[in-house]
């Protein structure tokens, strides 16, 4: 009967490994099949000289070149926000905590993890209604505040990746590291947190490619269509989800919509980017934590 059971749990998880594997080949050939026919200089620069598009020297209004620009720069400011506090969470959560802060501050970060992003949204322009009438009588929704609602989004995911990376390290670093005579606080920034970087690492590809992919929240917080490029962190944006959402709700025509195609493999493509990225930093760091040259 033991046997049996085995062999059925076996088989149901190849066939359900299977099944997302196909899934994820159909995908992916369906994007590739609508939207690699329409990948070159067009797409991005339309019909502005990409040398000038680059330098910003002319608007591109018919390109994917400022919603790219417009990706990365949400990109870069939601991590500068969220990063250092989702890391430090994480090891304050996992290090330093006593089981009283682990359980309540555990689910009030597991409370935040769980909140639609929709919300979240409504919730940076409600503040930015807040603060137009207290504080800042000018201010208006923009990159910035796109970006800091994007941080609180990601932040739970990265305190519970950089947490449960820690605890589920082996008990033997612990008392090798007290055995050597190292200090508690060495032993967390030398042993534990090299020897955690791939779980922290994971958790950061993973707040990335929410933070990519999201759309609720930047729509009610300062991205628009035709926008240009970001002029600052105060301005309006462009961005690639928003930019794809925007097509195939108001294409006139099938080349418009075959350009909302290539934007979101365009999408995948540097999503996919960020990920070998990662993955490269990770070896890096753990034959640097190894010894390894």
């Known amino acids: 009967m033991k046997r049996g059971q085995e062999r059925f749990l076996t088989v149901g998880s190849i066939l359900a490994a299977s099944l997302v594997c196909a899934a994820v080949l159909v995908l992916l050939g369906f994007l590739i099949i609508r939207g690699a026919p329409v990948l070159g200089k067009r797409l991005f620069f339309g019909d502005v000289p990409p040398f000038e598009a680059l330098l910003g020297l002319r608007p591109v209004w018919d390109g994917l070149w400022p919603a790219t620009v417009g990706t990365f720069c949400l990109l870069a400011v939601t991590m500068l926000l969220a990063l250092l506090p989702g890391v430090a969470g994480g090891v304050f959560l996992a290090c330093y905590a006593t089981p009283r802060q682990r359980r309540w501050l555990g689910l009030a970060v597991e409370l935040l993890a769980g909140i639609p992003s929709i919300v979240m949204g409504l919730f940076g322009f409600t503040l930015i209604l807040f603060l137009r009438r207290t504080l800042l009588p000018e201010g208006t929704t923009c990159l910035l505040l796109a970006s800091f609602c994007l ?143």
């Open 151 to 293: 941080a609180i989004l990601v932040l739970p995911s990265l305190v519970m990746a950089t947490r449960n990376a820690l605890e589920a390290l082996p008990e033997r670093l612990h008392i090798t590291a007290a055995a050597l005579g190292f200090p508690y606080g060495k032993t967390v920034s030398r042993v534990l947190i090299p020897a955690a970087g791939r779980g922290i690492l994971s958790g950061v590809i993973l707040a990335m490619g929410r933070a990519a992919e999201d759309t609720a929240v930047i729509m009610l917080t300062g991205v628009v269509a035709n926008a240009g490029l970001p002029a600052g962190l105060t301005s309006k944006f462009e961005a690639l989800p928003f930019r794809i959402y925007y097509t195939a709700a108001q294409y006139a025509d099938q080349e418009e919509l075959a350009g909302g195609f290539g934007a979101a493999l365009v999408l995948l493509a540097l999503s996919g980017a960020l990920l070998l990225c990662a993955w490269a930093l990770q070896r890096g760091l753990e034959r640097k934590w190894r010894g390894v040259k």
